[in-house]
Every structure is written in C-alpha cells, then in structure tokens.
C-alpha cells in the first residue's frame, strides 16, 4: 500500500527534528528526484535558521508530544498585545524578541511607579526545555548584584502559566555603535570595555558563564552625564557547578550554542568538553578587536558564505589577524580611524605591540594560553592605560616554530637528520638540549600548578623567554651561512636535504611576512631575506635568491638610513651586497662588480667613521679581496693586483695592532695567497714565490695555534702553490717537498674525516697520485 503524500508543511516540521548536519542527506532521501518540493523547502529552513544566535539555527528545541510545535509555514502564533497588564506591569511596547523571549517596556503601577523591562516567553514556545532556558537566565540574573550588570527586579508567571522576569529598564546603545558614533578615542573605549571585564569577572565568581558576549548584549547608557556599561541576555548562560533552576536545562550533544562571530573555538568544537571561564575571555577578546579595528576577526560575509561544518573550522582553526595588520590593510581604514578621533597611522601605531599582544593572548585557540580570568584581562588593559608593562607578550618564535614542525613533520624529521650530520652534531646538540628544556619546563609548570598563581606566572614567562631565545638560536643554527656551506662542497644535494631547504625557505618567508615596525624587527626580517637568498642560491634557483637578496638590501639599506648611528646596519647591508655580488659573478659581471662597489664604498665609510672598530676593516679587506678575484677573472690584472693590494695593506695593519685577534693572521696569509696565485698567472714567478712562502708561513703559526680542519685544508693549498711555481722555476727537488707536504695534509684529512666529502674532492681536483704530484694553487673568497 503506498504511503500517503506529505503535506509541505508536515516535511518541515519533520526537518526541524533532523540535526543540521545530517539535513542534506535526509532530504535527498525524502524529497527524491521531486526538486521542486526540494526547492520549496530549503529556503524555508533556512529562513527558519536565521535567528542571530545559534540556538535555534543548529538544534531547534523539540516540543513534546502533547506541546505546541513550532510553524515556520503557518502565521506566528498570536503576540501579546501592548496595553495588557501582567501582575503590576503595564505592557508599553516591545523593545527586543529573542530565539524564545519576548522583552517589553512596561510600567510598574505599584507599589512604586517606574518604566522596567519586562522578558517573557514568546507565545508557543513554553515547552520544558525553553522554560528551563527561560527560568535558568532569570536564576543567573537574580544571583548577580553588579552596577555593570542590568538587575532583577521582580518574577512571577502570567495568568496563562507563563514564567515572566523584570529587569532595570535599560536604555542603551550596543557598546561598538555607542562608541562608533561618538568617535571615542582608543582610551576611551579600552575604559568602557574594562568595565565590561569587571561584569563578566563577577559573574564568573558567582558560578555562571555568559557564552553570547557581543555588542547586543553590551549596552552603554548615561548615568549623571557619565557613559556606563550595561551587560544583558544571560539567555544562554551556563552554570559552574550548581544547578540553576530545578527544571531540565541540558546541552545536547552536537549543538553549539552562542554567535559564530563571537564564539570560542571550545564553544565550535562539539565534543562534549566542559565549557569554563576561558570561553567568555574568548568572545571579550572578540569584542575588544572590533572596538580597536572596527571589524570581527571572522567577517560576517565569510561565515554567510559558509556551510554549517566550515563555520566550525573557521572557528577553531582559522589564526585572525593581528588588530594593527586588520587596521593597516582595511579599505575603511580613514573612517575607522576618524570614529576612533586619530589619523589611520596613528592609530595602527597606537594598537601596534602591547594592544596587539593583549587582544591575540585573548584569542589563543588554545585555552590555556589565554587569560587565567576576566579581571586578568581587564587588569592587562588597565596596564595599558596606566602606561606600564603589560603581562601579555606576542607569540614565541619557538611557538610558532612548533606550528612549523607540526605542519611539516615528516619533511622536517627526515631532513634534520641528515642536515644533522653535515655540521657535525652541532645542530644535534642544540636541539637535544631545547628537547631536554622542553621537558624540564613540562616537568616544573606541572608542579607550578599547585603553587602560587602569581608566582608561577612570572617564572612561566621567564622560562618563555629563555625557550624562545634557545629556539631562536636553533633555527638559526640550522640556516646559518656556516650551516649551509657544508652542503656547498657537495656534488649533488639529496633529495631530502633540498626538502628540508623548501621549508626552511618556508618558514623564513613565512616570517618575512609578518608586520615588521621596530628597528628589531625590519633587522630580522631583512636577515630571513638574506638566509632565503643563501639557500636559493644552494638549490640553485638564481632568480629567487636574487630576489631575496636585493630585497635585503633595500630593508638594510633604509635601516642604515634610519640609524646613522647603529654601525651594525651599514655592516650588514655590506654584507648583503657581498652576497648578491658573489651571486652574480660567474655570469653578470658588470651587476656583481656594481653591487661589491657598493659595498665597499659603505665599508669604506664605516671604517672611516668607526677607526676604533677592526671588524669594520676586517670587512673591507675582504671586499677588495673579492673585488681582486673579480677583476682577475675578467683579465684586468693591474686592477686586480690593487685590489689585492689593498686588502694586504689593510690586513698588515690590522695583524700589527693585535696579532693575536681572532682569523687576522689567517686572513693576512690569504691575501698573500692570492697575490701569489695572480703573480703566478702573469709569469711573475719570483715574486709569486714570496707571496706563496709568506702565506705558507703565516698559515702554518695559524694552525699550530688552531689544529681546525678547514685551516690545515687551506695550509695544504698554499703548499700546492708554492710547489707548482717552484716547479715552474725548474727546482724539482724543492717543488717535490712542498707538494709531498700538502699530499700528507690531504690524506690525513681524508682519513681523520671520511664524512667530510670536499676533502677528497679538493685531491681529486689537484690530481694528486701517489709520487705527490699535482696542479694547483687558487684565489680565496673571504
């Protein structure tokens, strides 16, 4: 026998008992291939799933079998006309409807004759549930004595059994449009909203949760002239560990109750995680970023757009913008800030740093990172006011390098260990020693727990400090130039190893990205432009790391501009060019030798302004070293042989004032390396002879004070040279020496280290057999 059809009434009303989520599919199952009864439907769920909170639009409350249903397809039921008298109330006029109360002006007739608002339940809507909803906002406000906080003056049922409450009469205007449209100040608001703070704080310490902070239910009034705040709507209220009304009040499972735009991450989640405290701190920090940008980090265009599930991963997922980067990139940012009485730069700089931090640790998706309490919240602001030093503080590197491994693990873990073994366990380490503090500080913020909360809050702060410089200084260590050189002398990366460069690469882009206004942060984002350009430049993407490195030059460049007197940032901005020269050298030499003169010219100014500085002088010499390999390359000897030249002089002087600095001997028998080897080229060999003997010299005292690989390397090249020129000089015995020399440093370093690969190429590349001999003899690059 065939089911008989059903109503388009009747469907609704059956789809109303389906959950959200598991709506679509019901009604593919139900309407068939009938699309126009599909079509007919859908907008009238949707329609019915309007309301501004959630809590109807997700799980619509079920009547009993015996109570009124709701009918989104049939006319309202009837409304409670103005003029009736409930109790002592006159009815005056309606004044707020929410998802199943009615709020009304009314005026109290006896014993006193006042204007109140009366809230009742809508007509139709007094099923057990709503009734518990209804009684349990009555019992929270009734708890509650808060000059923030809209009071309860009376309670009762009207004739028809329906519960009723009376509040103070507020006349308000949401806190954002109060402050909006009387262009109050940045202070000015931040005054209003820690009032806010100290209604939710007291709240929370009589055992109830507000969980639908927004503007609506934030109202601003005048008292005596004076502005105050008025919070209001305890509709969804929740209680901590007492019971509100002797009626069921029960959350079911999968239903989300608060706004999207304003709601926690926790609230979004649906997993049956108990709700505290943290959730308000959540939605006060919502609140507080639309006061500063006038904007909430979620737009309302962007959850319109979005189906139920997507709306629960912005939610919990999606990082919101820092309130001054909202601010910076708004298209309304000259209305914005003439509502907030200042210019749009001024006002991006007013919420840069502290603001930012206080509202971003507000809006941690992580609970146990944001404020303990609302009144932690208020106190941080009212450090802001008072102009001392806030407790909130932005992100860690070494968190968000956490979020960074956690997104990449497999890449990263493959690659790290690998990349391990290249510097010769010095990134191992590091980072066996930040694991061990990791665990350490696990360790002791567990039993900080049960100590004092102020105390273990400023020792949690100072071991975030130090985690985040050791985290810092980790990173760096893995993309340092010294790093990053061992994979130079390699034939060939491996496939993981330019993996793990990607997301390096990744990260430090990443980084550059972010807002950059202190002198700090530009000089770190112009290094992470720097590092970018050296590992290109290792994958052998020439664009790219020319890209990056003349973006760090024009970042360092500006620095230097800004700082005169920070000798540090022309030093870097040299270094910079250096780099970018060294990049263009082998095919564009004209752009290579412009970039090094550049740098040199800068150099040469800071040694000039800084004489008492050797590092500065130290530096220069190394651009005319460069600058003489330029010009050797290019067959411009005489200009090469003064490059040279000057590098010497300058390295002679240097060694003369402190022989005993760090690399300046080593340095000094480098120049006379490369004269020798520029000497050697042009066939003038007794003077090449010198230059070489005077390297091999200096380098040898090097090494015996030093016994590292890399100079004992560079000893056996000078010896090479000064074989092969006493070869060309037709002294055979002598040469035989030198050579058989630099063979024996070779072998020992082939042998001492058989993971160092450069080692055996350096020989290969000499041709080095078993009698000794060999070619050799080479310019170095500082």
Known sequence: MATAPRSLKQLFLEALSVPPAERAAWLSRECGHDVALRQQIEPML????????????????????????????????ESIPTGTTIGPYKLLQQIGEGGFGIVFMAEQVEPVRRRVALKVIKPGMDTRQVIARFEAER??????????????LDAGTTDGGRPYFVMELVRGTPITHYCDENSRSIRERLALFASVCQAIQHAHTKGII????????????????????????????????????????????????????YMSPEQAELSGNDIDTRSDIYSL?????????????????????????????????????????????????????????????????????????????????????RYETASGLAADVQRYLNDEAVQACPPSSWY???????????????????????????IGTTWGLIRAEQQRIVVERQRDELADRNQALQAAHERERLLNERARQAI????????????????????????????????YAESAQE??????????????????????????RSQDSENAYRRAVAIRRQLAADFPTQPEFRLDLALSHNALGTLLTPTRMREAEAAYAEGLATLKQLAADFPNRPEFRQALAGFHNNLGNLFHETGRPKEAEDAHAEALAIRKQLFADSPNGPNIRRALAMSHNNLGWLFQTTKRLPEAEAAFRDAVALQKQHVAESNRPEFRLELAKYLFGLGNVLRDTARPKEAEAAHSEAVTIFKQLVVEFPNRPEFRQEMAERGIQEDGRGIGGEGEEK
């Open 515 to 540: 807002a950059a206004d202190t002198e700090q942060e530009r000089s770190r984002q112009a290094l992470a432009y720097h590092r970018m350009g050296r590992m290109n430049q290792i994958l052998g």
């Open 285 to 369: 920090g919502v609140l507080l970023y639309e006061l500063l940008t006038g904007s909430t980090p979620v737009s309302k265009e962007q959850l319109k757009q979005a189906a139920f599930d997507e709306i629960r991963r912005i939610i919990r997922e999606d990082e919101p913008q820092k309130p001054s980067t909202r601010i910076s990139t708004a298209e309304a940012a000259p209305s914005i800030a003439a509502q907030r009485h200042t210019e749009p730069a001024r006002l991006a700089r007013l919420v840069r740093g502290e603001l930012d931090w206080i509202v971003m640790k507000a809006l941690e998706k992580d609970r146990s990172r």
């Open 46 to 77: 949707a329609a019915h799933d309007e309301p501004h909170s959630l809590l109807d639009r997700v799980a619509p409350p079920a009547a009993p079998p015996d109570g009124p249903q709701p009918d989104a397809c049939v006319p309202a039921p």
């Open 210 to 261: 507000h969980r639908d902070i927004k503007p609506t239910n934030v109202l601003v009034t005048r008292q005596d002239g004076q502005p105050v705040v008025k919070v209001i709507d305890f509709g969804i209220a929740k209680a901590l560990g007492q019971q509100l009304t002797d009626k069921t009040l029960f959350t079911e499972f999968a239903q989300m109750i608060g706004t999207p735009l």
């Open 400 to 426: 968000r390098f956490r979020k960074f491994v956690r997104r990449y693990k497999r890449a990263v873990l493959a690659a790290s260990l690998i990349l391990l073994a290249l510097v010769a366990g010095v």
């Open 476 to 507: 760096e260590t893995v993309a340092s130039d010294q790093a990053i050189d061992q994979l130079t002398r390699q034939a060939e990366l491996l496939p993981e190893q330019k993996d793990f460069l990607d997301k390096i690469i990744q990260y």
């Open 139 to 152: 019992q929270a406000l009734a708890v509650m004595d808060h000059p923030n906080i809209a009071k309860v």
